[in-house]
């Protein structure tokens, strides 16, 4: 102990007055025997009516006022000591003693007063600053391009239209102008998504105190819904099959078509294909696994690749020249574009309601249900997540050899199709 005092006193250059205090008041209590010499005790250093230096075992100094308030004790912090003109000086923490007793006189809290003194005005924080503190939280758990829509909604929309409005003070009534405007251009799910955002960015203030509720919290009730449109997708036999003949037809960008070729047997979603890398595919083992972050519901996802799907991918291998599968013909670093597939498709002479590359997923759950394939299998092999996690988990494993099973047969009737159209 006489050597951490030695060595915090050797620190105080700036202060005299406080360095002659520590030297002529060094009063310890009884010190913690140390389980090792490294470790350094906790230490108090008193000068009356409550106000301590408390050492820190790193080395910090920082002056407190103990008292107590409606018979608990509690803590006022009043700043650390650094040894220069930046730390709170013996004088300064005695002039924080003189102003903690005068808010106890007047029957007020110390801690609580301090807290309201830092807080910023209310009418201070406006919605796009808790928007911006918000957004620099979640983004950290966000997916890059799902970040990227978040901060559109922001910057683009919610920000321009209330971000001007104390947080505390924002309304319903404030927002539901953008949403019905939004709505207005048809963009019914936008409206929603905007909505959604708003309410998150409302918790976060309630919860940190800076509003008292949530002034977003029912307003997608209040909006319009689009009527569900599925994706096209082609069922009948003979058209899948012709579809698929069409495919093998194609000459386009290498990229373009072998993705077209593979989507039909993996049906997995677009961005899922396009955006697939080699580090991802084990051909020796036939399973492709796509990080959680490409996928969705952001859990990983193991397909089980047929011995058409590895034949294709071992060709493309061949021409392979970076780590994309099915990089832009106009650079290896970036995949084809998410319309890439879709033009394609148009220019085989396929129409928006006819088919679509998110539309093969449609096609493989219809025709896998009616072949007769177990529900949850299919279901699994499409990536819907399910609401109990544990189940979920327990069957990632157990339906994985009938998964496998499942999707050879599904490309050998495919073939099928091809053959027959």
Known sequence: MGKLKENMLQSLRFDRETKTWLTKNWELKKSPRFRASAEEARTKLTDGDGLILYLTSAGSMIWRVEYRWQKARKTYTVGAYTGDELGVSLMEAREALVQVKRWLKEGKDPS???????????????FATIAREWFEHAAKKLAPAYKKRQAEKLDGKLIPAIGDIPIA????????????ETEARGHYETAHKIARLASQICDYAVALGYCKYNAAARLTKMLLTRPTVHRAAITDPIEIGRVLRAIDNYEGSI?????????????????????????????????????????????????????????????????????????????????????????????????????????????ASTRLNELGYRSDIIEAQLAHVQENKIRAAYNHAQYMDERRTMMQ??????DSLKSSA
């Not at 609580?112 to 406006?126: G, I, L, Q, S, W």
């Open 112 to 126: 609580e007063e301090k807290r309201a003194k830092n807080k910023p005005a209310e009418e201070e924080v406006t």
């Open 255 to 363: 990229s373009v078509s072998y993705a077209l070729k593979i989507l039909p047997y993996v049906f997995v979603r677009n961005s899922e294909l396009r955006c697939a890398a080699w580090s991802e595919i084990d051909l020796k083992k036939a399973l492709w696994t796509i990080p959680a972050a490409r996928m969705k519901m952001r859990r990983e996802h193991v397909v089980p690749l047929a011995r058409q799907v590895v034949a294709l991918f071992r060709a493309l291998q061949e021409r392979a020249r970076g780590e994309l599968v099915f990089p832009s013909p106009r650079t290896l670093t970036k995949p084809i574009s998410d319309a890439s597939m879709l033009n394609a498709l148009r220019n085989m002479g396929y129409e928006k309601d006819q088919v679509c590359p998110h539309g093969f997923r449609g096609t």
């Open 169 to 180: 003070q924002l309304e319903g009534r404030h927002i539901m102008p953008l949403l019905r």
């Open 409 to 414: 047969a599904w490309a050998d009737y495919l």
